[in-house]
Each structure stands twice: as C-alpha cells, then as structure tokens.
C-alpha cells in the first residue's frame, strides 16, 4: 500500500468510550487502517483528513445529560460511510431525526438480538438470533427516516439499523468486544461490503507509514532514544533508526538491575539486527552503592529513578555537545508510549518507568526535545508484530513485561550484588523452564523474588541448610490492571522449583504466588 492510501484512515471518533481503542484495532485486524480522533472534530477538520470510512464509538453518556458529547452534523454530510456504535448509534439517530428515548430500561452484559429481515449489509448471512454485547440506558425508539431496522432485543425495538444509499449504520451493541458473537463480522461487514475497502493493511504498512512521518518530522537533526530492553523501545527504537539511520543514538543504561543475559541481548543481538548506534552506560556499582543499606520499595524505586535520570542525563549532555560541534542539533526523543490507556494502567511496563522519568522533568530545561512516538495508537501484540516484520530477535520481541526498576523491586530486603546474582540465576531457570514447556504466551508475566530477609531451614545432601525462599509469580492478565494466578502445570512448576533449589546456591525452598490481583500486587514490592 501506498503512503497515500495509508493517509486515508477509518476515522474511529471517541466519545469517551473505554472501548474505542479496540475499535481502531479491531479494524486493523481487518486489513484497514484507522485512527482515533476527539468527538470535537468537526466536519471541515473531517473533511481534510479525507477518510475513507467513520467509526462512531461507544461512550458512557446519555444523549440527554447536559453537556453530552456530540458530534457536528455536518460530518452525515460529507458522504462518508459510517458506522454507529452503542453511544455512537445513538448520536446518529439522534443528529438524523429518529427518536432516542430515555425509557428507564436497560439492557447490560450478554443479550439476545434477533436480525429483522435478512439484516442487511451488514448482517447478512449471521444466524437470525445471536449473543451481543449490550451496555446502554437509553434506546433508539424510532430509526431515522429513510433507515432500515436490521435487528431487534426484547427491550430495544431499534438494534441496529442502516441507510444503504447514504452508506449509514448503526448498531446498539458493541461489535468490538468477544462477547459479541459476530462483531468482528459486523465491522467486517461494515468495512468491506458497504464501505467497499479491501482489506490490505498491516504491520508492514505501519513501517512504511512511521518511516515516512519521521523522515518529514525530523529531517537532518539528531535524535537520540533510551533503550530498556523492554519491548516498546526496542521497537520504537528500531521503527526510527530504520527511518533516520546514523541521525539516531540509542542510550541503554544498565542499571546493574537486569536479568540476566539482557544486556548482550541489546548490545550484541539487538545491535546487529538493527545497526542501530548504542551507547551502553555502565552504571551498575552507582546505582548498587545508592542502594546500599535500603529496603523500602517506594524508597528503592525512588533512588533508582533518580540515578538512571543522572545516568542518562550524562550521556545526553555529551551527546547533545557532540552533535552541535557537527553543526546538527539534537532536536528528538524517542518513546515507546503504547495507547494511552497501557501507559495509564502501567500496562506498559519494560518503559513506563522511563517514560514517566522522561516526561516528569527528565530533561534539562535548556534542551526542548520533542518526542518521537511511532507506536502510540498500537496494542503490545500489534507492537511484537512491528518488531518481528523489523527483525528484531524474539528474545527481545517476545519479552514479559518488566519493571522499570527491574530486579530492584524483586528482592525483599536490601539489593546486593550477591544477592542480585541468586535471584538472576533462579529468574533464568524460570524463564527458560516456561519457555521450553511452551508456556509463553499463557502467562502475562511471572516475576520470580527472592525473600532475602527470610531464611528456613532445609536439608541437602548430607547437610542442614539455612536458606532464602524464592517466590513464583506466575500471572494471566490482559492489561495488568487486574490479573490472576496462572495455573502452571505441576510438572513444570516441579521442574522449576528443582532446579532452582539444585543450582542455585542459598535458595533451599521454591514457593508459589496463589493471589490474584487485586487483592495483591503483581510485583511484590
Ligand atoms: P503491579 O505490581 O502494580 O504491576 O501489579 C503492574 C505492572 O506494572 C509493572 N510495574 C512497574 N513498571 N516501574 C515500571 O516500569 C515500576 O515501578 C513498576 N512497578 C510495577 C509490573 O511489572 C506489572 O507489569
């Protein structure tokens, strides 16, 4: 696909809903490129942006509360497919002349909906009764004129409805969540069949796309990008060096926290499926001899903020004086930042810690970067896709998320380097065990710990050992919001803890994490 076909999006208009995000993605996986945009456009800003198609999302709102959102009319005007969803559908009815009635009933969670006819274009060919997801107060009573009523439930006379010469559509529930049993197939349907758009988008598209956009955005100054190792960068990294080249500086700061085998995996494999030009700080002693004698999570996580903003401040200023003695200004700063709501959630862990260093008065006043950040609209999986169509090594794409602080805030007690090194050991026979029993992608994420303070009793070969416990926390999450405890099979779980408790010297007890969070944390600290 062309640049110029990718510049004409699905515009997905956000009323506010949580949902909208994966609207926008649900419409990629169709092979159809969209983007989100404020309710408060307005038909000339729509107009410009000249998309091929117009998703209205859901949003928490009544259409009668004052102040609701609304959405300038002119954009039924424009000729442009849309589709209306819950909240969105309600607008649209609304803005062209049905009824929307504030009944008193509503209508939550899975219900039935019955296809009126033979459903139209867009529900052509499903089963005449199906499972959708409602969430909704008010109703559509009365389609606007010139409109087919295409479904129906027990309490919404009005499910769903379209326009086939004006290409308007709409529907009740959510066509974006799983629990709709044909959703997909009604945006499908939407995208397809009435808006006529081939399905010949992917990731591939969105690497052209962001070379392209950084190219112009950046033209011949530097730019310079903090690597943590985690997915997000490494990709966003990746995205603009195969943009810019040699204008772009990578800075990795290894905070002495990592796990092990990362730090070659960014300098050696990393480096040479991207070229891309790393400086690697070396500030492991720095920040362990700040963390001499402390054991307070919040008083951890703060030190190590501190110190990696110093540490990458250092590097920023020599390379900020480097690049003005070659005349070219470094005007740039890449960041991972996925869809605002993972970074909101501290879903996006590998950077979010980065992030917010960068973004809460990271960088010196003086030096006005502005941010790069070529995966904002992207989901992780979306993210890991980019990142495999660019060659990254799947140790790096594949990767769990992982703490900012690393394993800083994975150790109970004191952070040693004695200590750093056990725990080390015990997090790569977990993840080496997991990965080999194929269990990757069921798990969001398993934090191994050490309880440093906390020592038992045991006995090895001939003798009484008294030695720390070392804690599994395997999890099962979608965003890190909320998460429970994986359940691993015991075969592996009894591999793991064997062969923790044989190769790894002072840990003498393997325990598992049973909590769901909430109420407990996914880190321990
Ligand atoms: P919790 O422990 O709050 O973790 O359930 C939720 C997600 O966030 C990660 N996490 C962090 N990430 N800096 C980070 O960058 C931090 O200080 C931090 N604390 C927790 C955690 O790994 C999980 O994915």
Known sequence: MSADTAARPVLVVDFGAQYAQLIARRVREAGVYSELVPHTITAAEVAEKN???????????????PGAPSLD????????PTLGICYGFQVMAQALGGEVAHTGLREYGATDAAVVGDGGVLLGGQP????????????????????????????????????????LYGVQWHPEVKHSDFGQNVLENFLHKAAGLPADWNSGNVIEEQVQRIREQVGSARVIS??????????????VHRAIGDQLTAVFVDHGLLRKGE?????????????????????????????????????KRKIIGREFIRAFEKVQRELVEEA??????????????????????????????????????????????ELIEPLR????????????????????????????PGLGIRIVGEVTADRLEILR???????????????????????????ADVRSVGVQGDGRTYGHPIVLRPVSSEDAMTADWTRLPYDVLSKISNRITNEVREVNRVVLDVTSKPPGTIEWE
């Not at 009319?73 to 442009?80: A, M, Q």
């Not at 903090?226 to 966003?236: E, K, P, Y």
């Open 263 to 299: 730090r070659e995996q960014v300098e050696k494999d990393y480096v040479a499926s991207t070229g891309v030009r790393l400086i690697t700080v070396d500030a492991a002693d720095t920040f362990l001899g700040h963390l001499a004698g402390v054991t307070d999570p919040e008083e």
């Open 425 to 451: 050991d015990a997090d790569a026979i977990a993840r080496e065990e997991l990965s080999a029993a194929g269990l990757d992608s069921e798990i969001w994420q398993c934090p191994v710990v050490l309880l």
């Open 73 to 80: 009319p002119g954009v039924f005007e424009l000729g442009i």
């Open 128 to 167: 005449s009764e199906q499972n959708v997801w409602m969430s909704h107060g008010d109703q559509v009573a009365q389609a606007p004129e010139g409109f087919q009523v295409l479904a129906s439930t027990a309490v919404t006379p009005v499910a769903a409805f379209g326009n086939d010469e004006r290409c």
């Open 324 to 369: 003005k003695a070659e005349g070219e200004p470094i005007r740039f700063l890449v960041q991972g930042t996925l869809y605002p709501d993972v970074v909101e959630s501290g879903g996006g862990a590998g950077t979010a810690n980065i992030k917010s260093h960068h973004n809460v008065g990271g960088l010196p006043d003086d030096l006005d970067f």
């Open 51 to 65: 998309p091929v198609a117009i998703i209205l999302s859901g949003g928490p709102s009544s259409v009668y509360e």
């Open 377 to 404: 609209t992207l989901f992780k999986d979306e993210v890991r896709a980019i990142g495999r169509e660019l060659g990254l090594p799947e140790a790096i794409v594949g990767r769990q998320p992982f703490p900012g």
């Open 226 to 239: 903090a690597l943590s190792g985690g997915v997000d960068s490494a990709v966003s990294t990746a995205l």
